[in-house]
Each structure stands twice: as structure tokens, then as C-alpha cells.
């Protein structure tokens, strides 16, 4: 058998995964493995071995057309989403079930929803009014937000920073030069809006009401600006178009900045 031979970085990676729970089997596997480096399997340790094999699996087969759907930077066209939403929707096999999505392109939709309307109380209307029949309109947009939370701020980003490195490795390694998704994960993570406005979330105020604010927020030129002009309109709050209870935790936020 073959040695394998890696550099120190990899060696550094290879040893920062054992201590982060990957088991020795593992690590054998990527050792193994003949189609992605140790290096990128531990990089994309979130996701197992196997969807990542079957990911490279089939950016090779889509060779040499593929490498048009893949070496792009910045914000992809429509035709590289939706293979990056096939190869993503492979890698999280049937998670994606739990938030109603059942295909790539469904995927891709939710995606560009977010990305071209930059209207989370629109995306969340749509919810409620295409809902399934055993869903109360609380449930559907409660189930939306959970999407947001866990998937579009947290998963996804990293899934398709996986397909990033899964690419470069591939592509690399037949001489042909490869993408960078990094772009693209870091403006779906903040819902494609102001990082200023996402930021928010920690100081009690969610996505779904500073998107209604940004006209009075934005532009600012740092976090501390920007609460600075939050501040500012707390005498204003009851006149802004909120809800009641957007109004009252609106209140609540500005208080105890």
C-alpha cells in the first residue's frame, strides 16, 4: 500500500481532529480515502465521509462541463446556484425534509427568496400562505424561522463552504482552477442583508424587525454607530410600523443597550 505523505498544516489539522471527537476510524477512512486529501475531509469534518466522497464523486462525472458551474467567485448565476444547491442538498441528505424542502430546487428557491427580496416579513407571508393543510399559520412561520436559524445562519454556510473545499481539492488536483464559495456562505449566513443589521440578533433585536428599521439605521459605520441610532429612536417607537409586540421588545432592547 501506498504511503500517504502530508505536510505540517495537515498534520496540524489531522491532530486538532482527534481531540474534536472524529474516532480513529475516521481518520483511517481518510487516509484511505483515494479521491479527497485527509486535509479536506477533516476540514468538512461537520459532514461524513461518505457525502463527501459522493459529492467529488460527481463533480468528477460532470467533468469537463462542470467545471463551468464551479469556477466562479462572489454571487453564483443561476445555473452554478442550482448545481451548488444539488451537490449542498446531497450533503445534507434527508435534513433538509424536516423544514418541508424536498428537492434541490426547492432549496434554491428558499435561497433566492433571501437573496433578491431582502424581505424577511415577506418570506415569512409566504409561509403562512402557502402552507401545508396540517399546519396552523403559527406553526408555519415558526417552522420558516427555525429554517433561518439552524439551516440558512448556521448549516448551510458551512455545507457549502464543504463544496467549496471538496471543488478546490478535485479540480486541483486535474489542473484546472477552482471556485471560491466563501463569498457567497458569508452573505447567505447574514441573509444576504447588512452584517450590521444581523449582528442585532445579540443585542435582543431579530432579523424580522431591524429589516423594517434599516431605512432609519443604515447606513452606519460601525456596530456602535449603528446602536447609537437606535437609541435615538426610542422616543419614535410607538409611532414606527411594528406590531405591538415588535414595539414592546423593540423598547425592552433599546433599554438595556
Given at each position: 500500500?501506498k504511503?500517504s505523505?502530508?505536510?505540517?498544516s495537515?498534520?496540524?489539522?489531522?491532530?486538532?481532529?482527534?481531540?474534536?471527537?472524529?474516532?480513529?476510524?475516521?481518520?483511517?477512512?481518510?487516509?484511505a480515502?483515494?479521491?479527497?486529501?485527509?486535509?479536506?475531509l477533516?476540514?468538512?469534518?461537520?459532514v461524513?465521509?461518505?457525502?463527501?466522497?459522493?459529492?467529488?464523486?460527481?463533480?468528477?462525472?460532470?467533468?469537463?462541463?462542470?467545471?463551468?458551474?464551479?469556477?466562479?467567485?462572489?454571487?453564483?448565476?443561476t445555473?452554478?446556484?442550482?448545481?451548488l444547491?444539488?451537490l449542498?442538498?446531497n450533503?445534507?441528505?434527508?435534513?433538509l425534509?424536516?423544514?418541508?424542502?424536498?428537492?434541490?430546487?426547492?432549496?434554491?428557491w428558499h435561497?433566492?427568496e433571501?437573496?433578491?427580496?431582502?424581505?424577511?416579513?415577506?418570506?415569512?407571508?409566504?409561509?403562512?400562505e402557502?402552507?401545508?393543510?396540517?399546519?396552523?399559520?403559527s406553526?408555519?412561520i415558526n417552522l420558516?424561522?427555525?429554517?433561518?436559524?439552524?439551516m440558512?445562519?448556521?448549516?448551510?454556510?458551512?455545507?457549502?463552504?464543504?463544496?467549496?473545499?471538496?471543488?478546490a481539492?478535485?479540480?486541483?488536483?486535474?489542473g484546472?482552477?477552482?471556485?471560491?464559495f466563501?463569498?457567497?456562505a458569508?452573505?447567505?449566513?447574514n441573509?444576504?442583508?447588512d452584517p450590521?443589521?444581523?449582528?442585532?440578533?445579540?443585542?435582543g433585536?431579530p432579523?424580522q424587525i431591524?429589516?423594517?428599521?434599516?431605512?432609519?439605521?443604515?447606513?452606519?459605520?460601525?456596530?456602535?454607530d449603528?446602536?447609537a441610532?437606535?437609541r435615538?429612536?426610542?422616543?419614535?417607537?410607538?409611532?414606527?410600523?411594528?406590531?405591538?409586540?415588535?414595539?414592546?421588545?423593540?423598547r425592552?432592547a433599546?433599554?438595556?443597550?
Amino acid at each position: 500500500m501506498k504511503t500517504s505523505i502530508i505536510n505540517g498544516s495537515e498534520v496540524s489539522r489531522l491532530s486538532v481532529a482527534i481531540h474534536t471527537d472524529i474516532s480513529r476510524g475516521r481518520l483511517q477512512d481518510a487516509y484511505a480515502n483515494p479521491i479527497l486529501s485527509p486535509a479536506t475531509l477533516i476540514e468538512n469534518r461537520h459532514v461524513p465521509i461518505e457525502r463527501q466522497v459522493e459529492v467529488a464523486e460527481t463533480i468528477i462525472r460532470d467533468l469537463p462541463d462542470g467545471n463551468k458551474l464551479l469556477n466562479w467567485k462572489g454571487i453564483p448565476e443561476t445555473n452554478q446556484l442550482n448545481y451548488l444547491c444539488e451537490l449542498v442538498y446531497n450533503l445534507e441528505g434527508g435534513n433538509l425534509m424536516d423544514y418541508g424542502i424536498s428537492s434541490s430546487l426547492q432549496l434554491m428557491w428558499h435561497i433566492n427568496e433571501l437573496r433578491t427580496q431582502k424581505n424577511l416579513p415577506a418570506y415569512l407571508r409566504d409561509a403562512v400562505e402557502n402552507r401545508r393543510e396540517e399546519h396552523t399559520p403559527s406553526e408555519a412561520i415558526n417552522l420558516r424561522l427555525k429554517f433561518i436559524r439552524n439551516m440558512v445562519c448556521f448549516r448551510l454556510p458551512r455545507d457549502i463552504m464543504a463544496v467549496s473545499n471538496i471543488q478546490a481539492d478535485v479540480l486541483a488536483k486535474v489542473g484546472i482552477e477552482p471556485g471560491d464559495f466563501s463569498f457567497f456562505a458569508e452573505q447567505l449566513e447574514n441573509m444576504f442583508l447588512d452584517p450590521l443589521l444581523t449582528a442585532l440578533d445579540e443585542y435582543g433585536i431579530p432579523t424580522q424587525i431591524s429589516t423594517q428599521l434599516k431605512n432609519l439605521i443604515l447606513p452606519s459605520e460601525h456596530l456602535n454607530d449603528l446602536l447609537a441610532k437606535l437609541r435615538a429612536l426610542a422616543p419614535r417607537i410607538e409611532h414606527l410600523h411594528l406590531t405591538g409586540f415588535e414595539k414592546t421588545l423593540m423598547r425592552w432592547a433599546v433599554s438595556e443597550m
